[in-house]
């Protein structure tokens, strides 16, 4: 009887296995080759563990010393260490076309032809078990393979792009090859996006290339270009580095990474969508001195009197002041710009985030999707009892938080983010919760409305049929340029709303009359719905998203 038969029968004898399932992966075993073991595992009649524990208890065989193995160092080599960490892989030993790797688990039903495609080898798998895989990982790869690239126990990772202490430095692009290794290639992207002022990179997967493109505004220009095979090297290196391994397996993921440039760093926002072509990555780098300019852009969106009412409102010691728009990253840059600005003027305060983009010197900043076990209402409830003056909130989805935000509102100054469409719409849903009271008592301040509209596409205009206006508007008709886009340029428009006692609506049918009112209050500024036409008008922003807003 042969070893691997006379394992089958003992796995049986010990009740771990049936005369059937032995059957399939001995049939698996000879249409795909390979060991039994890979084969009973990821069929799903064993773990790892127990087949480990039955080889050494019943047969009397050690389980395999990966660390010892073959010729480790050098088949190490085939990988590079971010492939190898972020899948829980060791290549073991090479003979002739055949490249036997060792595994942690069978989770991803793409690694194996992953792999083959990176090595153009035959994957001879080796499951074995995790504790033993990463011994043999430090062993081979270490963790710190690349001194810039720095895993943190808490907090974002660190990705060092020059640091003259620690001698690292960024090559000049014209030093790589389309073979270097992720590591070098993003570091020289990112210094390279850095020194000529743009804040976005897109990295995208073509049929027969890896492409790294750089946007500013309207333009999305392919400045590198990289062998199609290093596709799952640069998203393993982003994945890991961004955390966004662990999480939840979705076609949209977001994470961050520090990013360090001598003794100044900056924030590193990592946007995953999975496409028809693979992995697509936005990388947005943030500043905090971005935010700090940005409020003076934003606030000539306003008038004199609007941004006089909206700043006195930010200054007041207790009561509540709404940012209302659509999920993206107008009504976020709002958020921090205001953040930006008011804190200068308060004692401790926080900011409740459920993904943050940045982060903000001397503002104590909480990121829901990093703390287990908690949500907005505790940590605004936490902040509270820290005796926070000032307390941000993004966003606000629920009855319960919008609840405790009003109760804090008797004891601070309160910044939330609802995502409404509007002013209006942002009442209404108070109003249909049971905030009555409260709105009437004076504790919400008033609401600052975001509206953010691709401009429209100086290459691909074609007109848009909108009976209810005197002139023309035109939308994107679709052109390359604009498809190879990863996010349509867009321009932001704010107006503000200031809810005082006397005109706040008590029923959900007086909003629009409150809101008249106060545009009245400020002496009838021109309204945010005349802006928009205006630049609509003159064939600025795109026609189509227009009409969606006012129905025209």
């Not at 606000?396 to 719409?425: N, P």
């Not at 709303?497 to 006397?502: A, F, R, S, V």
């Amino acid at each position: 009887m042969s070893e691997k038969s006379m394992m089958g029968e003992l796995l049986i004898e010990e009740g771990l296995l049936t005369k059937e399932q032995l059957g399939n992966a001995l049939r698996e075993q000879k249409q795909k080759g390979g060991r039994l073991g890979y084969h009973l595992i990821r069929l799903g009649y064993l773990n790892v563990n127990r087949l480990s524990q039955f080889l050494k208890e019943s047969m009397g065989l050690i389980p395999y010393n990966i660390s010892e193995s073959g010729d480790g160092s050098e088949a190490a080599a085939l990988f590079p260490a971010t492939l190898a960490r972020f899948y829980n892989v060791v290549p073991l030993e090479r003979k002739g076309n055949t490249l036997t790797v060792a595994l942690a688990d069978l989770d991803n039903p793409r690694l194996i032809p992953a792999l083959e495609e990176y090595t153009g080898l035959k994957i001879d798998p080796l499951i074995c078990p995790r504790d033993a895989v990463v011994t043999a990982l430090e062993k081979f790869y270490g963790f710190q393979n690349d001194p810039g690239v720095q895993y943190m126990p808490t907090g974002d990772n660190l990705f060092i792009l020059t640091s003259k202490e620690k001698k690292i430095h960024s090559l000049h692009w014209s030093k790589l090859n389309p073979d270097s290794s992720a590591v070098e290639w993003l570091r020289t992207a990112l210094i390279e996006a850095i020194r000529i002022g743009c804040r976005r990179l897109v990295i995208r997967p073509t049929e027969d290339s890896l492409r790294i493109a750089f946007q500013n505004g309207d333009e999305l220009e392919d400045r590198f270009l990289l062998y199609q095979r290093k596709e799952e090297e640069m998203g393993t290196l982003i994945e890991e580095l961004a955390r966004l391994k662990d999480k939840k397996k979705r076609a949209e993921q977001e994470g961050r990474i520090r990013i360090q440039i001598e003794n100044r760093y900056l924030s590193l926002h990592v946007h995953k969508l999975q496409t028809l072509q693979g992995r697509r990555y936005r990388l947005t780098l943030y500043d905090e001195k971005i935010f700090e300019r940005e409020w003076g852009k934003l606030k000539e969106c306003l008038s004199g009197a609007e941004s006089s009412s909206f700043e006195s409102a930010l200054r007041e010691p207790r009561g509540i002041v709404i940012i209302s728009g659509p999920m993206g990253p107008a009504i976020s840059g709002v958020y921090y710009s205001v953040l930006e600005l008011v804190k200068a003027g308060t004692r401790a305060p926080f900011s409740i985030e459920m993904h943050a983009l940045v982060n903000l010197s001397r503002v104590v900043q909480v990121e829901l999707s990093r703390v287990e076990e908690t949500t907005m209402a505790e940590q605004i409830t936490l902040a509270l009892k820290d005796e926070a003056d000032f307390i941000g909130a993004f966003p606000i989805k629920d009855r319960a938080t919008a609840e405790i935000f009003f109760l804090a509102a008797a004891k601070a100054s309160l910044l939330g983010v609802i995502h409404q469409g509007s002013a209006a719409a942002t009442l209404k849903w108070l109003l249909r919760n049971g905030f009555k009271s409260p709105i009437r008592a004076g504790l919400l301040k008033g609401i600052v409305s975001v509206v953010p509209v691709s401009k429209l596409c100086p290459h691909c205009q074609i007109p848009v049929d909108a009976p209810g206006l005197k002139f023309p508007i035109y939308t994107r008709q679709g052109c390359a340029k604009c498809l190879s886009m990863d996010t349509l340029p867009y321009e932001t428009f704010l107006e503000w709303h200031p809810i005082t006692k006397e005109i706040a609506p008590s029923e959900e049918g007086e909003v629009e009359k409150a809101l008249d009112r106060a545009k009245t209050l400020l002496n009838d500024p021109p309204t945010m719905k005349e802006k928009i036409l205006d630049r609509a008008r003159k064939a600025e922003i795109d026609g189509s998203e227009v009409r969606r807003l006012f129905g025209v």
